[in-house]
């Protein structure tokens, strides 16, 4: 009698909550173990799931060997019977002058994954994300400073078409099931280098909280975010009815609060009313952090004509018993 392996059951369970029968999925498969396990995992529960599969490369340019990547994950894609889109884009000459390499890369990928799943008629993107690209994000998040709900960590549906089926699987697990089966997959060497935040994070200090707290310390860390992420949910929607309520007809375009009550509001709930408020007057919610929303909070209790200029070219002005934000310019 053949014993169910724990990684295939846990995968198909999450893969049968995500993905509906019918659904056409495109597979971002870098080469590397963690995709290379979201390929064969997915190939092996598509029939019985009733799903369409579409394997996705993107060649970044940005290093020594990524041909070499290409024409590996090509070659298993065939040999599994998937068609297989791939694509060079150099991330050099696209990256924009605010952003990092890293930015560069992961926005240049998301675009083309996005623009490939419209040319395949996928409706669905599966990453290969697991819970220890979890735990990274959540303890990365934490020393940054962000918020409740950004600790959170990724979903493991969306935003938008994206979805990661491997996200309550730990990365050891899936490299055992390669191994058990003999499948090949790429190295990356830079995912080795301490030069980059996440990797500093993956190779000292999980591996330092596993080894002198505890073995699970990953687990633990995603299963903490989830609660906290669970009690921010009730919170944000408790701020949206605030803001609903409080939201102030003002001349031009814009929003007004009133200050009062921003200032007098429990902490938590006037945080987040803060924050909603700014990203309605058009602030980049990846711009608003944690100052920011301080710095309006502070100005709703302190005294009239005092201003911010905040991201995204919003200003924070009070004027009387309220606080007026508007894009600087009058422009939204």
């Known amino acids: 009698m053949t014993v169910p392996d724990p990684v295939e059951i846990r995968f198909r369970r999450a893969a049968g909550s995500l ?3 019918g659904t056409r999925i495109l597979l971002a498969v870098s080469g590397g173990a963690d995709s290379t396990a979201l390929l064969h995992l997915m190939a092996r529960a598509a029939p019985g799931l009733g799903l369409d599969l579409v394997v996705a490369h993107l060649d970044h340019g940005l290093r020594q060997g990524s041909a070499a990547d ?17 694509e060079r884009r150099p991330v050099a000459p696209r990256r924009r ?5 890293e930015e560069g890369a992961r926005r240049v990928r998301r675009e083309f994954l996005l623009e490939a799943a419209a040319a395949e008629g996928a409706s669905r993107i599966a990453t290969g994300h697991t819970l220890d690209d979890q735990a990274e994000t959540v303890l990365l998040r934490l020393v940054r400073g962000s918020g409740p709900r950004a600790l959170g960590g990724m979903l493991p549906d969306g935003p938008g078409p994206f979805a990661r089926p491997l996200l309550s699987i730990e990365r050891g697990a899936l490299r055992a099931w390669l191994r058990r089966r003999a499948i090949p997959f790429r190295e990356d060497p830079t995912n080795r280098s301490l ?5 500093r994070v993956r190779h000292l200090v999980l591996p330092l909280l596993s080894k002198e707290l505890n073995p699970r310390a990953a687990r633990h860390v995603v ?18 009815r605030r803001l609903a309520r409080w939201t102030l007809a003002s001349r031009g375009e814009g929003l007004a609060l009133p200050s009062r009550r921003l200032a007098r ?18 602030a980049d919610p990846r711009r608003v952090s944690a100052r920011h929303v301080e710095a309006l909070l502070d100005l709703a209790a ?31």
């Open 302 to 332: 302190g005294r009239p004509g005092s201003r911010l200029d905040l991201p995204s070219g919003v200003r924070a002005v009070a004027r009387g018993d309220r606080i007026l934000l508007e894009r600087r310019g009058g422009r939204r």
């Open 265 to 282: 509001a429990p902490r938590p709930l006037a945080a987040r009313v803060a924050r909603l408020a700014l990203e309605r007057a058009g």
């Open 19 to 21: 993905f509906p029968p």
């Open 223 to 240: 299963e903490a975010a989830a609660r906290v992420l669970e009690d921010a949910r009730l919170l944000d929607r408790e701020a949206e």
């Open 70 to 86: 290409r024409r590996a994950v090509e070659r298993a894609a065939a040999a599994l019977g998937l068609r297989c889109v791939s």
């Open 195 to 199: 030069a980059a935040d996440r990797n």
């Open 97 to 101: 002058r605010d952003e990092s390499p």
